[in-house]
Nanobody
């Protein structure tokens, strides 16, 4: 079993920055593929970024967002810069026990509860 808890969301003006954190507990974290997804009101959940031994980003965030992890702290981060109103969503952290880089939600085994990010124009 893996428990994931996101934090760091909030309200920010367009052009600003936020860093999301996802603290993991339970089974081995360092071997898991980790991902960030987001879901805006009325829209489907969409892929944002993923990492294992490689990193993959959605085109919509490439160059603005950075995913990283600290295995010693069992934590994965999402640094978000140059935020836009269209980045407004609930952001979810996810873990895939079969370590790899996945961009589809059904490849992930565990999910956090989500943290709200709101970008004002």
């Amino acid at each position: 079993q893996v428990q994931l808890v996101e934090s760091g969301g909030g309200l920010v003006q367009a052009g600003g920055s936020l860093t999301l954190s996802c603290a993991a507990s339970g089974r081995a974290f360092s071997n898991s593929g980790m991902g960030w997804f987001r879901q805006a009101p009325g829209k489907e959940r969409e892929f944002v970024a993923a990492m294992w031994w490689s990193i993959y980003y959605a085109d919509s965030v490439k160059g603005r967002f950075t995913i990283s992890r600290d295995n010693a702290k069992n934590t994965v981060y999402l640094q978000m810069n140059s935020l836009k109103p269209e980045d407004t969503a609930v952001y979810y952290c996810a873990a895939a026990l079969r370590g790899s880089v996945y961009s589809t939600a059904n490849e992930y085994d565990y999910w956090g509860q989500g943290t709200q990010v709101t970008v004002s124009s």
